[in-house]
Each structure stands twice: as structure tokens, then as C-alpha cells.
T-cell receptor, first 110, second 115 residues
Framework: KQEVTQIPAALSVPEGENLVLNCSFT??????LQWFRQDPGKGLTSLLLIQSSQREQTSGRLNASLDKSSGRSTLYIAASQPGDSATYLC?????????FGPGTRLSVLP | NAGVTQTPKFRILKIGQSMTLQCAQDMNHNYMYWYRQDPGMGLKLIYYSVGAGITDKGEVPNGYNVSRSTTEDFPLRLELAAPSQTSVYFC????FGGGNTDTQYFGPGTRLTVL
């Protein structure tokens, strides 16, 4: 069964810290992997997409890596800010099926 | 472009009632999806469509029905609502659907409570 897990479930850090969110998936036959941000009561916003042939993608203070062979991805957030507080979801694209992880709820304290 | 729109934003149903959640996209995407998100959980795929007239079941289709008569619209029908269907429902769309650069665009969600 295709499953996606995320660790930690929740994280609270002081402003300015660098942090890492983890995503693991059981089936490595992926098309791509995406990281989404979800604010309370809102929909999902795509942050980064890593193709199956890529190792990492960067956007501003965000860097996502992909190790397909081990079934892992990490989202690195540099110099965190209170505005980064949200839930971060990892989603694996298996073709017609996107499988989502449960998310990591991040709080960045001023 | 409005992107993906969903109506209503909130709804309270009584057990046994029926309703239709509306979803529309104006990006000419061929693929559309319905997900539900329960508290503290990821998104679970209910149904998806690869084009007008074509729909298929996802992971949790029981209690729901869909139709896709146009490229733009993908309504989700709940028949005989049950408390277990209390959730937040998200509609999404994508182009190509499953390519290695493909991404999904999400609507703002519909928060449904069944009492």
C-alpha cells in the first residue's frame, strides 16, 4: 500500500531558527513529490515540486530534497519567521493518484 | 483566472439529508479531484476525473457520487449524510495529470458538519 508519513507531527521553534521537516513514502515509483503549505481554514498552496529525477529544489528560504531510493524527502526552512507558521503537507504523485501525508504543524514564535 | 472555486464554504446537514458540493475551475485542466480532510489527517482521495464524462473511485468513495459533464465542473453528491462524513472537502485540478512536473491547484474547501 502506498503510504506517506511525516515527522514530527508538530514543531514549535523560536524565530530565526533553521528547521527540517521530514516526509517518508513506502512506494518509490513516484512521478514527483510536492510540499504544500496549509493555513488554518484555507486550501493548500504548492511550495516546491521535485521531479522523480531530481535531488533537490530551492525557492527562497525553502529547500526540499528527495532520496527516492530510501523513500525520503526533507523540507529545510532557513531563518524561520512567524509568518511561516502553518501546516506543511507532503504529497507523492503516483500518476493518477496523489497520496498525502498527515502534515507537520509548525509554530514559529516571535 | 479565479482558479478552483468551491461552494458552499460551510454547511450543516442533518443525518439522512443529501447535498451537492460544487467545484469549478477555469484553467482548462483535464484532471479534477475530490478529497476529504479529517482533523490531524492528510487528504484522502474520494473520486477523480481524467476528463469530461470519465470518473473513477479513489480511496474512500463510499457514500459519495460524482459526475463530470463539462471540463469546468466536478460536483460531489452526498446521499443520506452520516456523521462520519463530517469533514473538510477539497476540490483540486491539474493539467496532464500525473506527469513529472504536474501540480495540483486546490480550492478553499467546504466545511461540512453532519448532526
Amino acid at each position: 500500500k502506498q503510504e506517506v508519513t511525516q515527522i514530527p507531527a508538530a514543531l514549535s521553534v523560536p524565530e530565526g531558527e533553521n528547521l527540517v521537516l521530514n516526509c517518508s513514502f513506502t512506494d518509490s515509483a513516484i512521478y514527483n513529490l510536492q510540499w504544500f503549505r496549509q493555513d488554518p481554514g484555507k486550501g493548500l498552496t504548492s511550495l516546491l515540486l521535485i521531479q522523480s529525477s531530481q535531488r533537490e529544489q530551492t525557492s527562497g528560504r525553502l529547500n526540499a530534497s528527495l532520496d527516492k531510493s530510501s523513500g525520503r524527502s526533507t523540507l529545510y526552512i532557513a531563518a524561520s519567521q512567524p509568518g511561516d507558521s502553518a501546516t506543511y503537507l507532503c504529497a507523492v504523485n503516483y500518476g493518477q493518484n496523489f497520496v498525502f501525508g498527515p502534515g507537520t504543524r509548525l509554530s514559529v514564535l516571535p | 483566472n479565479a482558479g478552483v472555486t468551491q461552494t458552499p464554504k460551510f454547511r450543516i446537514l442533518k443525518i439522512g439529508q443529501s447535498m451537492t458540493l460544487q467545484c469549478a475551475q477555469d484553467m482548462n485542466h483535464n484532471y479534477m479531484y475530490w478529497y476529504r480532510q479529517d482533523p490531524g489527517m492528510g487528504l484522502k482521495l474520494i473520486y477523480y476525473s481524467v476528463g469530461a464524462g470519465i470518473t473513477d473511485k479513489g480511496e474512500v468513495p463510499n457514500g459519495y457520487n460524482v459526475s463530470r459533464s463539462t471540463t469546468e465542473d466536478f460536483p460531489l453528491r452526498l446521499e443520506l449524510a452520516a456523521p462520519s462524513q463530517t469533514s473538510v472537502y477539497f476540490c483540486a485540478s491539474s493539467y496532464f495529470g500525473g506527469g513529472n512536473t504536474d501540480t495540483q491547484y486546490f480550492g478553499p474547501g467546504t466545511r461540512l458538519t453532519v448532526l
